[in-house]
T-cell receptor
């Protein structure tokens, strides 16, 4: 167990709806990264939050947005869901130090999203 | 942009034997980290081993070891005394120094035959 939790574990939505996924980081970690893993593929980086600020973003459209809270937990929001958004969404937490090396990222169990 | 390539979509190994999974990467950076993650059917991504690029010594973790060839940009994972519980998807990942994200390969599915 990594101490990183995600909710819900599974979710079914229809095209055009909005979804919010949640992640609780490991104790002491201040950085949360979100990844999308399509079936049979490696995870793709969505964005990263460090101390409540977004500090990196992958090649995902603006309808993918997020938040990080003072306790360093995080949310991933996806608006106007599309069929291709069906995937496993992983969050990873780590201890990032401004200007310094980041510790290893530890992953949660993921949320499986199915868009119909 | 950095890329990670795993050329073996599937591998199999007999229980108690040794298997090597391949990974190559492309980067212009000199300071970075490399990782192997294991993802069993439960979906949890589990860190297997990590290597700092500035370290010449290959990392080892119990039955898992790597062969890190910096000039060749190669980072293979060797699993010794394979066990049934080693069956999983294995992902090679790269991260440059700093608070940066991981770049993953497409994975290698490892089967362990009893």
């Amino acid at each position: 167990e990594t101490g990183v939790t995600q909710s819900p574990t599974h979710l079914i939505k229809t095209r055009g709806q909005q979804v919010t996924l949640r992640c609780s980081s490991q104790s002491g970690h201040n950085t949360v990264s979100w990844y999308q893993q399509a079936l049979g593929q490696g995870p793709q980086f969505i964005f990263q939050y460090y101390r409540e600020e977004e500090n990196g973003r992958g090649n995902f459209p603006p309808r993918f947005s997020g938040l990080q809270f003072p306790n360093y937990s995080s949310e991933l929001n996806v608006n106007a869901l599309e069929l291709d958004d069906s995937a496993l969404y992983l969050c990873a937490s780590s201890l990032g130090v401004a200007g310094g090396p980041q510790e290893t990222q530890y992953f949660g169990p993921g949320t499986r999203l199915l868009v119909l | 942009a950095q890329t990670v390539t795993q050329s073996q979509p599937e591998m199999s190994v007999q229980e108690a034997e040794t298997v090597t999974l391949s990974c190559t990467y492309d980067t212009s950076e000199s300071d970075y980290y490399l990782f192997w993650y294991k993802q069993p059917p439960s979906r949890q991504m589990i860190l297997v081993i990590r290597q700092e690029a500035y370290k010449q010594q290959n990392a080892t973790e119990n039955r898992f070891s790597v062969n890190f060839q910096k000039a060749a940009k190669s980072f293979s994972l060797k699993i010794s005394d394979s066990q049934l519980g080693d069956a999983a998807m294995y992902f090679c990942a790269y991260r440059r120094r700093g608070n940066t994200p991981l770049v993953f390969g497409k994975g290698t599915r490892l089967s362990v035959i009893a």
